[in-house]
């Protein structure tokens, strides 16, 4: 059973570090119908084959994406026949690390799961498609236990023979892959998985549960058809109890002692985005620099405990297993910026690309893959393992920082050393400060295409400088942009942005016969720019490279950066056609002053015994501009009664300032009037900021009031005496301050008695 142009299908080999691997699930590859893939391809084998998908804003996905973005490897999760779905309605979702039946695909993954040459065809047919687009695939095996022993065929007929009895794997039968048979079993399978599908590699679940001479055998049995064939897998060291004292368990600390089996590394994974397992925490690379820093300076030159053979190192900071790697930096990074965070993750890629050994990373890594933090998705549903195929749009620069990585790895023999002795040859580090990582790769050993690379990590929330060594250097790689075309040139101090990874190098860049425009000149024009909202584009004349004038949209492209806002901008002129690199130009964009903006909302304020403040609108023409955003508002003499004063200061793209009086005035006095024996007594509330109080009296309700008293604020009583028995009088009050003086209260009367 075979597709049309079967027998012509090319294996991917190659060099294990010149492999960048990417590990896909078929169901998740395709699930979001977002995906642009076919109603009846989703969640299939066939999805793989399908060209020209694209999202629902028009961006390449699936096969198409793979091309663009450049991966040389995909790595299959579980695709032979597992348990936990249901291979007709694909009710159920599981990674699918439960084996079943070994050496048979899926069938919830075909189209007609009911007819056993469907499963095999569009199996073949997805291998076909990968190898068409000159993209190796992986198989991700699970020889190390089965999802149940007991109805397990192997238990059946040799009851006991097929499972050690303990529980290394955590699913309670690991394989006993030291017995002959068991042995010989395990080399078969994935011999016939080779023979008959074409792959380029396979992958090893909990790799340190088999055995070491297991492994050995593999190895020469694929020789034998396909020495390029990759070999690596887990190989933790898990408790599990070997049917012969003898064997030895294909862990990383036997990593020496098997031929071209490589491990996937912990130390870098941990070391570069935290700890994993017991609580994740923050990694040299997410947030805290003294974490992991000898691992990621090992991991850089392919060196762990087990070994420093980088062909032997599959380096990552996330897989299938626990968090998506923007979950985790998200979790440990509570309260920071979203950029920040983005820059962690480019970080981080970046040392994975730029390191000894092979690269790994999980499908959607690059466009900041979710699943809303589920630790353990292995079954939850589609809506939380799906790849939202949206956010390669929205996370365009992240995913093209990634593409950039890769080209510049792929471009650059010197980061893809095949043996130990190679990186001793060519591998040095470079003096940094605290714990930066720099190191530099002479390309002259290496047969790289450049003289020398130099790599410098700054893991800080700060620029960090670094002494470079001598010569001019063309960056290719910082903290915003990565490729293979130089950004700019440089020599001396070089500053690393926060959180970002630089790599340069000295001599020929690329494979490209592209002329470089650094010493290019230019000529800009602006009158004096003033901040409006708006970006400044300066005009670019007169760009020359030695004697020829350049012309823009043909050798070259006029970008600008941070030219809204007050401060310094950016002209960018940027070679394009036959033209790399670039020069830049400064422009100043100054402040708007807001003396003469438009101030309302002050009134004058009944003192309440508190400071006062206005509710102040500022207008700039029509803009209503933004307090705390463009300016701030201060007081003076605003906690007592008299006149205080609105202080109106431009920030950000505003100076200057604005001064606004208004009056802080006492309260009307609230009075009561009680009459006694030929007198009266008058008691008034307590008025904020009153010095005194003055007692006016008349024998009139309109007029003729006398001042009869003044009190000080510690009294709120009076009492009139030497009244006449029978007669009104009536009373009224002022609080008084200094020279202010309240309003008069009500008036009051009583008849004396």
């Not at 990383?252 to 397992?277: C, H, L, P, W």
């Not at 950029?339 to 890629?349: E, F, G, I, Y």
């Not at 209503?624 to 609105?646: E, F």
């Amino acid at each position: 059973i075979k597709p049309e142009g079967w027998d012509n299908d090319k294996h991917i080999f190659s060099n294990p570090t010149d492999a960048i691997i990417y590990e896909t699930s078929v169901r998740d590859f395709s699930s979001d119908i977002d995906s642009g893939v076919p109603a009846n391809h989703r969640m299939k084998y066939l999805a793989f084959t399908d060209k020209g998908t694209k999202n629902s804003k028009g961006t390449s996905t699936c096969m198409d994406y793979l091309v663009s973005l450049g991966i040389t490897h995909v790595q299959i999760m579980p695709s032979y026949d597992f348990y936990g779905t249901n291979e007709t309605s694909m009710g159920g979702y599981n990674w699918g690390y439960n084996p079943v039946n070994y050496n048979i695909p899926e069938g919830a993954f075909s189209t007609n799961p009911k007819d056993g040459t469907v499963r095999v065809l569009e199996y073949k047919q997805m291998i076909q498609a990968l190898h068409n687009n000159n993209i190796g695939a992986v198989m991700d095996v699970v020889y190390n236990h089965v999802n149940n022993a007991n109805s397990f065929s192997f238990e059946k007929i040799v009851p006991g023979y097929f499972f050690r009895g303990s529980n290394g794997s955590g699913c309670g039968n690991d394989v006993a892959s030291e017995r002959a048979m068991v042995s010989k079993y395990i080399v078969d399978s994935v011999i016939y998985w080779e023979e008959q599908y074409h792959f380029d590699g396979f992958r090893f679940d909990l790799l340190g549960l088999l055995d070491v001479d297991t492994m050995n055998k593999l190895r020469e049995e694929l020789d034998k058809i396909n020495p390029g064939v990759m070999l690596y897998g887990e190989g933790w060291n898990l408790a599990t109890s070997s049917t012969r004292p003898d064997a030895l368990q294909a862990t990383q600390a036997n990593t020496e002692k098997m031929d071209r089996v490589g491990m996937f590394s912990d130390a870098i994974r941990n070391g570069v985005g935290g700890a994993t397992y017991g609580g994740v925490s923050k990694g040299y690379a997410t947030g805290n620099p003294t974490s992991g820093y000898s691992d990621v300076k090992d991991g850089v030159k392919g060196k762990t405990y087990y070994t420093s053979n980088p062909s032997l190192q599959i380096n990552y900071v996330s897989c299938h297993d626990n968090y998506t790697f923007w979950d985790k930096i998200c979790k440990v990074n509570t309260g920071v910026s979203l950029q920040t965070k983005k820059d962690m993750n480019k970080l981080s890629a970046g040392i994975i690309m730029m390191s000894q050994g092979t690269p790994l990373f999980l499908s959607g890594e690059e466009f900041l893959r979710t699943k809303g933090g589920d630790e353990n998705s292995y079954k939850s549903p589609d809506s939380v393992n799906l790849m939202d195929w949206s956010l390669v749009d929205d996370n365009a620069d992240v995913v093209d920082y990634y593409r950039g990585l890769i080209s510049f790895r792929k471009a650059h023999k010197a980061l893809r050393l095949s043996s130990s002795e190679e990186v001793s040859a060519a591998f040095k580090y470079e003096t940094a400060p605290d714990k930066v990582i720099a190191y530099s790769l002479d390309g002259t050993k290496a047969s790289d295409i450049s003289d020398k690379i130099y790599v410098v990590i700054n893991p800080y929330s700060v620029s960090k400088s670094v002494t470079l060594p001598a010569g001019d250097w063309k960056v290719c790689i910082n903290g915003e942009e990565a490729g293979t075309d130089p950004i700019e040139r440089v020599s001396g101090t070089y500053k690393a942005a926060p959180y970002s990874i630089n790599v340069m190098v000295q001599g020929k860049v690329n494979y490209s016969d592209k002329t470089e425009i650094f010493d290019a000149t230019a000529d800009i024009s602006y009158t004096k720019v003033t901040v409006s909202g708006k970006e400044n584009t300066p005009k670019v004349t007169n760009v020359k490279l030695g004697d020829k004038t350049l012309t823009q949209g043909t050798d070259y492209e006029v970008l600008y950066k941070d030219n809204v806002n007050v401060g310094t901008g950016k002209v960018i002129i940027k070679g394009i056609g036959n033209y790399v690199g670039r020069i830049e130009k400064t422009f100043a964009i100054n402040k708007i002053s807001i003396s003469k903006a438009k101030v309302s909302g002050i009134k004058n304020v009944t003192f309440a015994g508190k400071s006062v403040s206005q509710n102040v609108v500022v207008k700039d023409g029509s803009k209503t501009l933004k307090k705390g955003v463009d300016y701030k508002v201060t007081y003076s003499s605003n906690t007592k009664v008299g006149t205080a004063t609105v202080i109106i200061t431009g920030i950000n793209n505003y100076s200057g300032t604005i001064k606004k009086t208004f009056k802080i005035t006492l309260a009307k006095p609230s009075l009561t009037v009680k009459a006694l024996t030929k007198s009266a007594k008058v008691s008034w509330k307590k008025v904020p900021g009153a010095s005194s109080y003055k007692i006016y009296m008349s024998t009139r309700s309109s007029s003729g009031y006398k001042a009869v008293a003044t009190v000080s604020s510690s009294k709120l009583t009076y009492t009139k005496k030497k009244l006449t028995k029978g007669k009104k009088y009536y009373f009224k009050i002022v609080a008084v301050s200094g020279k202010t003086t309240s309003s008069y209260s009500a008036v009051k009367y009583v008849k004396s008695k």
